[in-house]
């Protein structure tokens, strides 16, 4: 099918459980245009020289911040002298969050998650740093404007803003063949990962239903995503996501009938993590007690430095 659109699949390994990341590669307007980059490892490199030394790579487009989409974007670009396109908001948070500063001020705040020993500084060590398979930073020429029309491949495509995984992730949309790339904001296997970085949105959890619900307005027949193969029927997908995330705010109400930690309340949730997978879950654990906090159904309390969260 994707070849049957004028699109070319580049899957780039990752060093994670979730093993791989789908970057696309098809004809744009002014040339060939690149969707994602991976990260800047040396399987990137090796991915990707063969592909850049046979197109003529005009355009980059990031669909958001995250190391396995943004990370080889600025190798990329000084290869190709493309130029990059991220929605503002992203392009902003990739160009940061990273950076040492940014990295301190998120142990402090690990720091009150109730974590044993030393986790906080492990989770935060160079060692587990991302700052290296995010450089060099590219430099980003064209901010995404939701509504924005992206020839690629054989089609035009709509800029979708899709919040919820990254504040600033966008899906792209072909209304004519109802084609939907639908990046990391829906996944076939898999939950993308929705997580509160006491950064931008405050309640990422309730952006990320909201996003579900406006994709699901399009009824999208087949769906490529940015991890797993594609799928047909965007809809079915989005009522097994509702269902499962409405399952785990359940699960923590329940854990909540006596106060708990950030870090109580991740382990009810998830187990067998290794230091990557904690870093996300904790993230996660959090942005449904947050989404709790901001629908009036549980308090938090700060007490001797750590957040204690309690429902109603």
């Not at 087949?222 to 797993?228: C, K, L, T």
């Not at 993230?283 to 709790?292: I, K, P, V």
Request: aromatic share 12%; glycine share 6%.
């Amino acid at each position: 099918m994707l070849t049957e659109i004028g699109v070319t699949p580049v899957t780039v390994p990752l060093p994670f459980r979730l093993n791989h990341v789908n970057c696309f590669l098809a004809e744009g307007a002014n040339g060939w245009v690149i969707i994602d980059a991976g990260l800047n490892t040396e399987v990137s490199r090796d991915i990707w020289r063969p592909i850049i030394e046979k197109h003529d790579v005009k355009d980059i487009i990031i669909t958001h911040y995250h190391p396995d989409h943004f990370g080889y974007a600025g190798t990329l670009q000084q290869l190709t002298n493309a130029e990059v396109w991220m929605t503002e908001v992203d392009a902003k948070t990739g160009l940061d969050c990273w950076e040492p500063e940014s990295i301190a001020e998120m142990q402090q705040h690990y720091d009150t998650f109730g974590f044993p020993d030393d986790l906080s500084a492990v989770l935060t060590s160079d060692e587990n740093s991302f700052n290296a398979k995010v450089k060099p930073y590219p430099t980003v020429n064209h901010h995404l404007i939701e509504g924005m029309k992206i020839p690629f491949g054989n089609y035009e495509y709509e800029v979708i803003f899709t919040p919820g995984h990254s504040d600033g992730l966008i899906s792209l949309f072909n209304k004519e063949n109802s084609i939907l790339f639908s990046t990391d904001h829906i996944l076939p296997r898999i939950s993308p990962n929705i997580s509160y970085w006491f950064r931008g949105i405050r309640n990422p959890l309730e952006a990320f239903f909201q996003s579900l619900e406006k994709i699901k307005v399009l009824d999208a027949d087949f769906v490529i995503p940015s991890h797993g193969k594609p799928f047909r029927g965007a809809n079915q997908r989005i009522d097994e996501l509702l269902a499962h995330h409405q399952e785990r705010l359940e699960k923590v109400c329940e854990v909540l009938k006596q106060p708990r930690t950030i870090y109580e309340v991740n382990g009810h949730l998830f187990q067998n993590l290794n230091i990557h997978e904690t870093r996300f879950a904790v993230g996660e654990t959090l942005a449904h007690l947050e989404y709790l906090y901001f629908n009036n159904q549980c308090t938090k309390n700060l007490q001797n430095g750590t957040w204690y969260y309690e429902i109603k």
